[in-house]
């Protein structure tokens, strides 16, 4: 009698648990999905992208996961935080990777972060990301560095966009001579800036120099910092005049 009684109490046990797994994964299966701080792909597809798995469409689950940190890893994001609104809805705040710049190659633009890292590739520009215009040959993988026939042209546009958004500088682009000397162009304003492995002492006067000519509006015309030097005077072309934009440092 003792055996029958604990053989009953072992399948209510087993009973039980299945029950209650069971209403685990009915009552907190995931209905919705929301996303913000996507700009890379719809709010459907990244919804998709957290979903792929079982275990990833129930919320406890989801949330045991993410404090493992077995959630999925995307390429392109830099972190990102889930909270649950409900008992059915999990809501996730991405940041991306930032595109710091593009690559115009042929008929393709290659969007790339601070790193190198391809994050985005079009027929067509978009809209207000400055370019690098190069005739150079050009591969890439998405999510991966970009690669260059010429290397050290490479390093220069990596060189160039980071020390453009450090120093906070709006641009349109910039092209390269067939000797890889680099040609900035702002507006209507034209900046020679050479070949060099590190242009940090340009870009980083060119900031100031660029307020000066705002402020004192002056119109198209061209900066040569081929040859510049720290505390040097900068000196600014228009239609044959020419104007001091550049202040010798104290």
Same mark, same amino acid.
């Given at each position: 009698?003792?055996?029958?009684v604990k053989k009953y109490k072992k399948?209510? %046990? !087993? !009973?039980?648990?299945? *029950?209650? %797994? !069971? =209403?685990?994964? =009915? #009552? =907190?299966?995931?209905?919705?999905?929301t996303v913000e701080g996507?700009? #890379? $792909? /719809?709010q459907e597809q990244m919804a998709e992208m957290f979903q792929?798995? *079982?275990?990833?469409?129930?919320?406890l689950t989801f949330w045991l996961m993410d404090r493992l940190s077995l959630t999925p890893e995307l390429d392109f994001v830099r972190e990102y935080e889930v909270s649950y609104p409900s008992l059915?809805?999990?809501? &996730?705040? *991405? +940041?991306?990777?930032?595109?710091?710049?593009?690559?115009? +190659?042929t008929n393709q +633009?290659? +969007? #790339? @972060?601070?790193?190198?890292?391809?994050?985005q590739s079009t027929d067509k520009p978009l809209k207000d990301i400055p370019l690098f215009e190069t005739k150079n040959l050009v591969t890439f993988t998405l999510y991966s560095k970009i690669q260059m026939e010429n290397e050290n042209l490479l390093a220069q546009i990596m060189n160039l966009a980071n020390l453009f958004q450090h120093y906070h500088i709006s641009w @349109?682009?910039?092209? =390269?001579? @067939? /000797?890889?000397?680099? /040609? *900035? $162009? %702002?507006?209507? %304003?034209q900046v020679r800036l050479g070949k060099k492995e590190n242009y940090d002492e340009q870009i980083s006067? !060119?900031? /100031? &120099?660029?307020?000066?000519?705002?402020r004192e509006k002056i119109g198209p015309g061209e900066i040569d910092m081929t040859n510049y030097t720290v505390k040097g005077t900068v000196i600014f072309n228009k239609r044959g005049e020419q104007h001091n934009t550049g202040q010798k440092e104290k």
């Open positions: 009698m003792g055996e029958m399948w209510w %046990i !087993l !009973l039980a648990a299945v *029950l209650v %797994i !069971l =209403f685990c994964i =009915f #009552f =907190f299966r995931v209905k919705k999905v996507n700009t #890379f $792909y /719809s792929q798995s *079982l275990p990833e469409r129930n919320v059915n809805e999990i809501h &996730i705040r *991405l +940041y991306e990777k930032t595109i710091v710049a593009g690559i115009a +190659y +633009y290659i +969007y #790339f @972060d601070k790193d190198g890292m391809v994050l @349109d682009r910039v092209e =390269f001579s @067939d /000797s890889d000397e680099a /040609s *900035l $162009y %702002i507006g209507d %304003i006067a !060119l900031s /100031s &120099i660029l307020e000066t000519a705002k």
